[in-house]
């Protein structure tokens, strides 16, 4: 693995932008300046080729403390000593959190998500911001999350050239939900809007699955991370959840729409509340409660239940603008997206950079999920995310294939998806049977795929996926998710089921819904095994 490969991705999950310095090696003389490193800016690292200060150089994170008469430097620190009497330069930078300096030096008193804040002023989760404090994970014997198994369906599918999967050949038995992804929220009304006209017209034919599997359930997601790109829709999550007549409209819409199309609840998928980033304010961490409380009692008030889930981060920074703590009662269970951890935007991010590492790294996916075990949340109802694609690469050297090895781009879009930077399993599937070359990430429990000299690629297979269904059950989580039922070629889903648990459920065949409509008043009776129907007497 490449050096510094685990600080960018401890980076990454939030370790916070500031957390662990690449450059840490630096101060390895000096206890004091190494652990500051170790906490101090990453950002800092990528430019900076040490920690001291002058009256011509400042600090990227910190300020710069009194100036050493002999050496004309200084160090770059946080707190009083540094940023009090003596100070040469951003002296006004406050720190994360307050160690016991006080508020004058602090920008809070305490790090979001409860995670530690550290001796140097960083909020972090691991030992050097906690002092060997290790927060317990729920431990189970028995397999809690093999009884739940949702697939989310992208109904954009049918626009691809290749590798399409109509509603009616979504593999049932399996699946306990189906989340069709996505619709939208108006922007102006805040009534239910269609991602286009072709994917409106598949709602009914993938809610009539449940006819032929009885149980299942079937979900409408709403948003998705492209309704918070740049455009018309950026801020219609945080609008709607500020504003109570907003929500009465949207409510009322949301209710009539899932009658009409006959799905069994809703999942919003925000991303990311409070992310400047992602078109998100400050006031989306109060706000998205209200909402939420405010949804659950008018769906209470319908009629009939209907479930309600949220999508989470995996990564501190994002999940940082949830209030999970006060959003756990008004939701029956929380997806974590366990997936796409790494990818190709990696590259914009100056305290990662643009090194290749598996975006279904089960360390990582470790460290994301103690934020929920930090706040108390009861592990029953959260859901863990699984891949069925890859996150792909094209990597500067040929001769660097490995982990943590540096790329220039997105590897080469699929014949069927078409995107650089990802491919379907099916997709994947088929360049190994031309000869790719896949090796194991111990570490990260996960497959890697190289070919074509400079073509890299990170996935799940069945090996690998045991191992997370494992840990999803020793961890008594409720369940796992499965992004997307339309990327797969059949195998993964067979994997999953192979090592679950769980019987499939009972699925009838399609010649029973093939009767005639007489335009009587009786009753559908599904057949037995035997070809004879229940109460099958006039």
């Given at each position: ?81 540094f940023c009090g009497e003596g100070c ?145 829709y950026r801020t219609t999550f945080s ?300």
């Open positions: 693995m490449a050096v510094g490969s685990f600080t960018r991705r401890a980076l990454l999950l939030g370790l916070g932008l500031q957390s662990i310095s690449f450059f840490s090696v630096l101060a390895q003389e000096n206890p004091s300046l190494r652990t500051f490193a170790l906490q101090g800016g990453a950002e800092a690292a990528a430019e900076d080729d040490d920690f001291t200060c002058s009256k011509t150089k400042g600090c990227k994170i910190g300020c710069c403390g009194a100036l050493d008469p002999t050496t004309g430097k200084a160090v770059c620190g946080l707190g009083p000593d040469i330069s951003t002296c006004n930078y406050k720190s994360e959190c307050d160690p016991g300096w006080g508020a004058q030096w602090s920008n809070a008193s305490t790090c979001p998500l409860n995670v530690c804040c550290s001796d140097f002023g960083f909020c972090g989760t691991t030992s050097d911001f906690c002092n060997g404090v290790v927060t317990p994970s729920p431990q189970c014997n028995t397999r809690t999350a093999d009884e739940k198994l949702i697939g989310y369906y992208e109904g954009w599918n049918m626009q691809r050239p290749c590798g399409t999967m109509p509603p009616e050949d979504i593999p049932l038995g399996a699946y306990t939900h189906i989340n069709f992804a996505f619709a939208l929220i108006n922007p102006t009304t805040f009534r239910i809007d269609a991602m286009d006209a072709e994917t409106a017209k598949m709602y009914k034919r993938v809610t009539k699955l449940k006819e032929r599997q009885p149980g299942l359930q079937v979900w409408i997601a709403i948003g998705g991370w492209a309704m918070n790109d740049p455009g018309p609008d709607l959840a500020k504003s109570t007549s907003a929500q009465a409209s949207f409510f009322e819409s949301l209710v009539t729409f899932m009658k009409a199309n006959n799905f069994d609840g809703v999942d919003i998928d925000w991303e990311y509340p409070v992310a400047e980033d992602r078109g998100g304010i400050a006031e989306d961490f109060e706000n998205y409660v209200t909402f939420l409380k405010n949804l659950r009692n008018h769906l209470n008030g319908s009629g009939r239940y209907y479930g309600l889930t949220l999508t989470l981060p995996a990564s501190y920074w994002y999940m940082k603008g949830f209030d999970i703590i006060k959003l756990e009662p008004w939701v029956d269970w929380f997806n974590i997206m366990t997936y796409d951890i790494h990818g190709v935007w990696d590259s914009t991010v100056k305290s990662i950079g643009p090194y290749a590492f598996a975006h279904t790294n089960l360390t990582e996916i470790q460290l994301g999920l103690e934020l929920l075990w930090r706040n108390n949340i009861n592990p029953a109802r959260v859901v863990m995310g699984l891949g069925f694609y890859g996150r792909t690469f094209t990597m500067k050297d040929p001769n660097c294939m490995s982990a943590g090895c540096e790329f220039t781009e997105g590897a080469k879009g699929g014949e069927c998806t078409g995107t650089p930077g990802v491919l379907s399993a099916a997709e994947i599937n088929k360049i190994i049977e031309d000869g790719a070359k896949v090796s194991h990430d111990l570490e990260a429990a996960a497959k890697i795929v190289t070919w074509g000299g400079n073509q890299w690629a990170s996935f799940d297979d069945a090996e690998t996926l045991k191992i997370k269904l494992d840990y999803a059950n020793q961890r008594c989580l409720g369940g796992t998710m499965i992004w997307a039922i339309d990327l797969d070629d059949g195998s993964l889903l067979e994997a999953l089921t192979s090592v679950s648990t769980k019987k499939k459920e009972e699925v009838l065949a399609e010649s029973d819904f093939d009767m005639p409509d007489f335009g009587t008043n009786w009753d559908f009776v599904p057949k037995e095994a035997n070809g004879k129907r229940k109460r099958d007497e006039l």
